[in-house]
Protein backbone atom coordinates (compact mmCIF):
# COMPACT_ATOMS: atom_id res chain seq x y z
CA UNK A 1 0.00 0.00 0.00
CA UNK A 2 1.11 3.05 -0.88
CA UNK A 3 2.25 5.82 1.94
CA UNK A 4 -0.08 8.21 3.19
CA UNK A 5 -0.11 11.01 3.72
CA UNK A 6 2.82 12.67 1.25
CA UNK A 7 3.58 16.52 2.22
CA UNK A 8 2.91 18.44 -0.39
CA UNK A 9 5.84 19.48 -2.66
CA UNK A 10 7.78 16.70 -1.33
CA UNK A 11 6.26 13.92 -2.68
CA UNK A 12 8.31 10.64 -3.22
CA UNK A 13 8.49 10.22 -7.09
CA UNK A 14 8.82 6.42 -6.77
CA UNK A 15 5.20 6.69 -5.17
CA UNK A 16 3.61 8.75 -7.62
CA UNK A 17 5.10 6.79 -10.64
CA UNK A 18 3.62 3.83 -8.85
CA UNK A 19 0.06 5.39 -8.72
CA UNK A 20 0.61 6.63 -12.11
CA UNK A 21 1.00 2.94 -13.58
CA UNK A 22 -2.20 1.62 -10.88
CA UNK A 23 -4.70 4.21 -12.68
CA UNK A 24 -3.27 3.65 -16.03
CA UNK A 25 -3.65 0.29 -15.60
CA UNK A 26 -7.50 0.32 -13.70
CA UNK A 27 -8.30 2.62 -16.70
CA UNK A 28 -7.50 0.59 -19.01
CA UNK A 29 -9.16 -2.12 -17.73
CA UNK A 30 -12.23 0.09 -17.21
CA UNK A 31 -12.16 1.01 -20.92
CA UNK A 32 -11.99 -2.27 -21.68
CA UNK A 33 -15.60 -2.53 -20.15
CA UNK A 34 -17.16 0.28 -21.62
CA UNK A 35 -16.44 -0.81 -24.80
CA UNK A 36 -17.57 -4.88 -23.97
CA UNK A 37 -20.84 -2.80 -22.51
CA UNK A 38 -21.09 -0.97 -26.45
CA UNK A 39 -20.26 -3.52 -28.36
CA UNK A 40 -22.92 -6.08 -26.43
CA UNK A 41 -25.62 -3.57 -27.14
CA UNK A 42 -24.54 -2.67 -30.94
CA UNK A 43 -24.42 -6.21 -31.99
CA UNK A 44 -28.50 -5.86 -31.38
CA UNK A 45 -28.92 -2.43 -32.07
CA UNK A 46 -26.68 -0.87 -34.19
CA UNK A 47 -24.08 -3.89 -35.91
CA UNK A 48 -22.84 -1.37 -38.27
CA UNK A 49 -20.43 0.29 -35.52
CA UNK A 50 -19.20 -3.13 -34.32
CA UNK A 51 -16.03 -3.36 -35.82
CA UNK A 52 -14.67 0.01 -34.90
CA UNK A 53 -15.83 -0.65 -31.62
CA UNK A 54 -13.68 -4.01 -31.43
CA UNK A 55 -10.68 -2.57 -33.21
CA UNK A 56 -10.95 0.23 -30.23
CA UNK A 57 -10.85 -2.59 -27.33
CA UNK A 58 -8.23 -4.62 -28.59
CA UNK A 59 -5.95 -1.46 -28.29
CA UNK A 60 -7.14 -0.89 -25.20
CA UNK A 61 -6.55 -4.61 -23.83
CA UNK A 62 -2.80 -4.46 -25.10
CA UNK A 63 -2.70 -1.07 -23.01
CA UNK A 64 -3.99 -3.17 -20.19
CA UNK A 65 -1.29 -5.49 -20.57
CA UNK A 66 1.31 -3.27 -21.13
CA UNK A 67 0.89 -1.34 -18.15
CA UNK A 68 0.51 -4.54 -16.46
CA UNK A 69 4.00 -5.61 -17.48
CA UNK A 70 5.36 -2.30 -16.28
CA UNK A 71 4.24 -2.77 -12.89
CA UNK A 72 6.75 -5.25 -11.01
CA UNK A 73 9.80 -3.59 -12.18
CA UNK A 74 8.38 -0.22 -10.06
CA UNK A 75 7.05 -2.42 -7.19
CA UNK A 76 3.75 -0.95 -8.32
CA UNK A 77 0.49 -3.64 -7.60
CA UNK A 78 -2.52 -3.27 -9.41
CA UNK A 79 -5.57 -1.30 -8.14
CA UNK A 80 -7.17 -2.65 -5.12
CA UNK A 81 -10.78 -1.55 -6.05
CA UNK A 82 -10.75 -2.79 -9.87
CA UNK A 83 -14.45 -4.32 -9.61
CA UNK A 84 -15.54 -0.61 -8.75
CA UNK A 85 -13.43 0.70 -12.80
CA UNK A 86 -15.20 -2.60 -14.00
CA UNK A 87 -18.82 -1.85 -12.86
CA UNK A 88 -18.02 1.88 -13.89
CA UNK A 89 -17.37 1.00 -17.19
CA UNK A 90 -19.73 -1.41 -17.79
CA UNK A 91 -22.35 0.66 -16.57
CA UNK A 92 -21.42 3.82 -18.74
CA UNK A 93 -20.61 1.56 -21.75
CA UNK A 94 -24.28 0.20 -21.28
CA UNK A 95 -26.44 3.36 -20.80
CA UNK A 96 -24.59 5.18 -23.53
CA UNK A 97 -25.22 2.25 -26.02
CA UNK A 98 -28.89 2.75 -24.91
CA UNK A 99 -28.87 6.16 -26.14
CA UNK A 100 -27.46 5.30 -29.40
CA UNK A 101 -24.53 5.56 -32.10
CA UNK A 102 -24.59 9.31 -31.72
CA UNK A 103 -23.81 8.88 -27.11
CA UNK A 104 -21.43 5.61 -27.84
CA UNK A 105 -19.21 8.36 -29.90
CA UNK A 106 -19.87 10.84 -27.66
CA UNK A 107 -18.88 9.02 -24.66
CA UNK A 108 -15.60 7.96 -26.44
CA UNK A 109 -14.94 12.01 -26.93
CA UNK A 110 -15.31 12.57 -22.99
CA UNK A 111 -13.16 10.11 -21.73
CA UNK A 112 -10.34 10.06 -24.15
CA UNK A 113 -10.40 13.71 -24.33
CA UNK A 114 -10.04 13.19 -20.10
CA UNK A 115 -7.56 10.44 -20.15
CA UNK A 116 -5.00 12.41 -23.20
CA UNK A 117 -5.10 15.59 -20.66
CA UNK A 118 -4.03 13.40 -17.62
CA UNK A 119 -1.42 11.47 -19.80
CA UNK A 120 0.02 15.00 -20.26
CA UNK A 121 0.30 15.65 -17.24
CA UNK A 122 2.25 11.86 -16.53
CA UNK A 123 4.54 12.82 -19.61
CA UNK A 124 5.07 15.93 -17.73
CA UNK A 125 5.93 14.31 -14.75
CA UNK A 126 8.06 11.19 -16.30
CA UNK A 127 10.09 13.33 -18.18
CA UNK A 128 14.10 13.34 -16.80
CA UNK A 129 12.77 10.78 -14.03
CA UNK A 130 11.47 7.34 -16.01
CA UNK A 131 12.37 7.99 -19.89
CA UNK A 132 11.01 4.01 -20.74
CA UNK A 133 7.44 4.49 -19.10
CA UNK A 134 7.60 8.07 -20.55
CA UNK A 135 7.90 6.37 -23.84
CA UNK A 136 5.34 3.53 -23.38
CA UNK A 137 2.63 6.53 -21.97
CA UNK A 138 3.60 8.64 -25.48
CA UNK A 139 3.12 6.10 -27.86
CA UNK A 140 -0.31 4.40 -26.17
CA UNK A 141 -1.07 8.29 -26.25
CA UNK A 142 -0.80 8.52 -29.83
CA UNK A 143 -3.40 5.48 -30.26
CA UNK A 144 -5.86 6.97 -27.52
CA UNK A 145 -5.62 10.39 -29.76
CA UNK A 146 -6.79 8.31 -32.62
CA UNK A 147 -9.53 6.89 -31.18
CA UNK A 148 -10.72 10.59 -30.03
CA UNK A 149 -10.54 11.63 -33.60
CA UNK A 150 -12.30 8.67 -35.06
CA UNK A 151 -15.04 9.32 -32.36
CA UNK A 152 -15.38 13.52 -32.93
CA UNK A 153 -15.43 12.07 -36.63
CA UNK A 154 -17.98 9.27 -36.34
CA UNK A 155 -20.53 12.29 -34.36
CA UNK A 156 -23.39 12.53 -37.36
CA UNK A 157 -24.83 15.34 -34.75
CA UNK A 158 -23.78 18.09 -31.66
CA UNK A 159 -26.45 19.05 -30.23
CA UNK A 160 -27.88 18.97 -26.43
CA UNK A 161 -26.87 15.50 -25.81
CA UNK A 162 -23.10 16.47 -26.34
CA UNK A 163 -23.29 19.97 -24.26
CA UNK A 164 -24.93 17.97 -21.46
CA UNK A 165 -22.72 14.84 -21.52
CA UNK A 166 -19.38 15.53 -22.29
CA UNK A 167 -18.46 17.48 -19.22
CA UNK A 168 -20.53 14.84 -17.08
CA UNK A 169 -18.83 12.13 -18.25
CA UNK A 170 -15.28 14.13 -18.24
CA UNK A 171 -16.03 14.67 -14.64
CA UNK A 172 -16.87 11.34 -13.73
CA UNK A 173 -13.69 9.91 -15.13
CA UNK A 174 -11.31 12.98 -13.30
CA UNK A 175 -13.35 11.82 -10.06
CA UNK A 176 -12.36 8.00 -10.88
CA UNK A 177 -8.93 8.96 -11.93
CA UNK A 178 -8.54 11.77 -8.57
CA UNK A 179 -9.89 8.67 -6.08
CA UNK A 180 -7.42 6.27 -7.70
CA UNK A 181 -4.42 8.06 -7.60
CA UNK A 182 -5.32 9.65 -4.03
CA UNK A 183 -5.55 13.69 -5.74
CA UNK A 184 -1.92 12.89 -6.77
CA UNK A 185 -3.78 13.83 -10.51
CA UNK A 186 -4.59 17.32 -8.81
CA UNK A 187 -0.71 17.47 -7.55
CA UNK A 188 0.79 17.04 -10.76
CA UNK A 189 -1.60 19.86 -12.54
CA UNK A 190 -0.20 22.42 -9.81
CA UNK A 191 2.99 21.11 -10.04
CA UNK A 192 2.68 21.85 -13.92
CA UNK A 193 1.07 25.33 -14.00
CA UNK A 194 3.83 26.42 -11.08
CA UNK A 195 7.02 25.04 -13.87
CA UNK A 196 5.09 26.98 -16.45
CA UNK A 197 4.18 23.68 -18.15
CA UNK A 198 0.34 23.79 -18.19
FE1 LIG B 1 -6.12 2.73 -23.74
FE1 LIG C 1 -8.71 4.54 -25.90
Request: aromatic share 6%; charged share 25%; net charge negative.
Amino acid sequence: MDNLPDIVGKRDAAVTTRRILKVNHAGEFGAIRIYGAQIAMARLLFPDIVPALHDMREDEIRHCRLFHEAMPARSARPCRVMAFWSLGGFVLGFLTALGGRNMVWICTEAVESTVHRHLEDQLAFLEGRDQELHALIASIQDEELAHLREAEEKQTARGISHALLLPVIGALTDLMIWLSTWGDSSWMRAEMARSGKA
